[in-house]
T-cell receptor, first 111, second 114 residues
Framework: GQQLNQSPQSMFIQEGEDVSMNCTSSSIFNTWLWYKQEPGEGPVLLIA?????ELTSNGRLTAQFGITRKDSFLNISASIPSDVGIYFC???????????FGQGTRLTINP | EAGVTQSPTHLIKTRGQQATLRCSPISGHTSVYWYQQALGLGLQFLLW???????NRGNFPPRFSGRQFPNYSSELNVNALELEDSALYLC?????????????FGPGTRLTVL
């Protein structure tokens, strides 16, 4: 079945550092999404990407939809304590309307 | 605008029992999705309902079922509970089914099977 490989699985960084994580797939997706999940809550949408090559920002977050439509990355600049959480990439299987998720990247920030 | 709401927050059942989980979508959203987030298995697609009909289901046994009501709220039923059904069950809703109709998630129901 379709799978997304997300890396790294975890990151331990200092406050103020930049963060980069990425997702790759063996299948093509026409929509890539990045969500953040905090303990006891559901995933919250951060950025949605709809076009190959698209680069989209949301505050300190920037995400890109790979040209091949098989990958995406998320960057967080100048990390702050509230960035702590698990970040998931997801690809939308159109028609079936199901999201296929990566395994998540757990971000820990040392103040 | 209220987000997706789910109830109950927590549910404890014993093996063999049935569980019913409820979801209210964002106002105006007609599609509802259910996902299972089990420890070590990540987020897995369970079911998709649109306009009261089941449109797609993931790789789960038939004892996972549900329905969507005329007001677009939804129920997920899990029969003959097994220990491995313990997980966070997430409901999401979208305005429609176009590519840009993003899925927004609720806070989830934590189901524990003893």
């Amino acid at each position: 079945g379709q799978q997304l490989n997300q890396s790294p699985q975890s990151m331990f960084i200092q406050e103020g550092e930049d963060v980069s994580m990425n997702c790759t797939s063996s299948s093509i997706f026409n929509t890539w999404l990045w969500y953040k999940q905090e303990p006891g809550e559901g995933p919250v949408l951060l950025i949605a990407l709809y076009k190959a090559g698209e680069l989209t920002s949301n505050g300190r977050l920037t995400a890109q939809f790979g040209i091949t439509r098989k990958d995406s990355f998320l960057n967080i600049s100048a990390s702050i304590p509230s960035d702590v959480g698990i970040y998931f990439c997801a690809g939308l299987v159109q028609g079936a309307q199901k999201l296929v998720f990566g395994q998540g990247t757990r971000l820990t920030i040392n103040p | 605008e209220a987000g997706v709401t789910q109830s109950p927050t927590h549910l404890i059942k014993t093996r063999g029992q049935q569980a019913t989980l409820r979801c209210s979508p964002i106002s105006g959203h007609t599609s509802v999705y259910w996902y299972q987030q089990a420890l070590g298995l990540g987020l897995q697609f369970l079911l998709w309902y649109d306009e009261g009909e089941e449109r797609n289901r993931g790789n789960f046994p038939p004892r996972f079922s549900g329905r969507q009501f005329p007001n677009y709220s939804s129920e997920l039923n899990v029969n003959a509970l097994e220990l491995e059904d313990s997980a966070l069950y997430l409901c999401a809703s979208s305005l429609g089914t176009r590519a840009r109709d993003t899925q927004y998630f609720g806070p989830g129901t934590r189901l524990t099977v003893l």
